[in-house]
Structures are given as C-alpha cells and as structure tokens.
C-alpha cells in the first residue's frame, strides 16, 4: 500500500515488468502440459500448459488467417481446430494423409513445439518485451523458414528478442525482415553475434574501446 500511495511510478514499472513475456524450452514429453486440454485463457502460460485455449483465443479475437497459414505454410495441407468440452478445450490436427485427425498427446515433439511458437508469437496479446530461447529445438529445418516468418511477424508489433544457435533461422529472419522492411521502409531486425575464447563471451564488432568499464566492487 506504501508503494502504491507514495510510488506510484514503482507500481507502474513493475506492472510493466511483469507482462514480459519469457518462453524457455517448452516441455513437449508424454506428460507435458500442452497436450491436455484446458480452459480459456488470454494468452500461452510459460510452459504452454493452455495450447489449445491460446490458439482459440487467436482464432476468436486474433488474426485466424495468420494463424491457418502458419501452419499450412509449416505443414502443407494441415490445419488445426479446436474442440470445445464443457467449456475446456482440445487440440485437433488433421495433416494430408491421416484418416483421422490427432489431438495433442499424438503429436510428435517438433510439430507440438512448433504449434507452441505459433500461439506464442500470434498472440492477440503482444507484451512490451517477448524473450524466446533457442526456439529451434527439437523443430524439423523445414520448420526453421516457418517459424522465421513467424518471428518476423511479431517483431512488427512488440520489441523481440530471439537467442538462438541456429543459423538457418537467423538468415531466414534476417530475409524475410529485409523484404518486410522494403515495403514498410523500416529496420525490424538487429542481429548480435556472440563468440567465446579463451572462456570470455564477447560481441562480434565490439572494439576496445567500446567495452563497458567495470571494476571489483570493494569489499
């Protein structure tokens, strides 16, 4: 209460704060939240443990067209819906091929991982900040171009920052931002490469001079 009558900017900051958004190695085991189905939610907790009820919440208040391409673009002639259970909700995917569709716990990691960006980065929602790490893992490189436009989509609506390893990914990116930017005459991606010797970390172009200073705290 001190805070709030006292600090008013305190609270603001820390509301602030605390719609970040950070998605870090979502679990996609047999047992793994986001394949049971849940109820409605505003968007994807930070282990996906609500998949199917963010992805309806897209589809209903976001842009369901983007969410169809998504995933016909990652899986030519699939399509996901959403079933409704007593108000708790379930994942279909039906993929060319299949006489059935399949629901969450048939998925294959990659395809549920993927699924799982997908209601991440669509979001109708979008933060101020949005941390994804390593976002590649366990995904098929044909999903890598996919999962690039999906990034590059969402840069355009809040401030992104994607640590990854995979290098197809980054130049996938770094082209689709560069042809979005041509027509939008903006910047939307910045890259920074990281590289270590000798156990230091340091930023590819940095120089000597433009190290922060930084010294042993005294004791």
Same mark, same amino acid.
């Given at each position: 209460?001190?805070?709030? &009558?006292? &600090? $008013?900017? !305190? ?7 605390? &719609?970040?958004?950070?998605?870090? %190695?979502? =679990?996609?085991?047999?047992?793994? @939240? ?8 505003? /968007?994807?907790?930070?282990? #996906? ?6 992805? %309806? ?13 998504? /995933?016909?673009?990652?899986?030519? #002639?699939? =399509? /996901? ?6 108000? =708790? ?11 059935? *569709? ?7 990691? #990659? ?6 960006? !997908?209601?991440?980065?669509?979001? $109708?929602?979008? @933060? ?12 098929? $490189? ?16 809040? %401030?992104?920052? !994607?640590?990854?390893?995979?290098? *197809? ?41 433009? /190290?922060? &200073? ?6």
């Amino acid at each position: 209460m001190l805070i709030e &009558s006292a &600090s $008013p900017e !305190v609270l603001v900051l820390r509301e602030r704060i605390r &719609s970040w958004r950070f998605y870090d %190695q979502f =679990r996609t085991d047999a047992n793994a @939240p986001a394949r049971a189905s849940r109820i409605r939610t505003p /968007v994807l907790d930070h282990e #996906g443990a609500d998949l199917p009820a963010a992805l %309806q919440t897209i589809r209903e208040t976001g842009d369901a067209a983007a969410l169809d391409a998504a /995933v016909a673009d990652a899986f030519p #002639g699939a =399509r /996901v819906e959403i079933a409704n259970h007593d108000t =708790r909700f379930g994942l279909r995917f039906f993929q060319r091929g299949l006489l059935r *569709p399949l629901d969450a716990a048939e998925l294959s990691d #990659g395809t549920l991982r993927y699924l799982l960006w !997908v209601a991440a980065l669509l979001t $109708p929602r979008p @933060p101020e900040l949005l941390v994804l790490n390593e976002p590649e893992t366990s995904l098929h $490189p044909d999903l890598l171009v996919p999962l690039a436009a999906l990034v590059t989509t969402a840069a355009e609506r809040t %401030q992104l920052i !994607v640590v990854t390893h995979a290098l *197809p990914l980054i130049r996938a990116t770094e082209a689709i931002a560069d042809e979005r930017a041509t027509a939008l005459a903006a910047t939307l991606t910045t890259t920074l490469t990281l590289t270590k010797a000798m156990s230091e970390t340091t930023l590819d172009g940095q120089g000597r001079l433009d /190290v922060p &200073s930084w010294h042993w705290p005294k004791r």
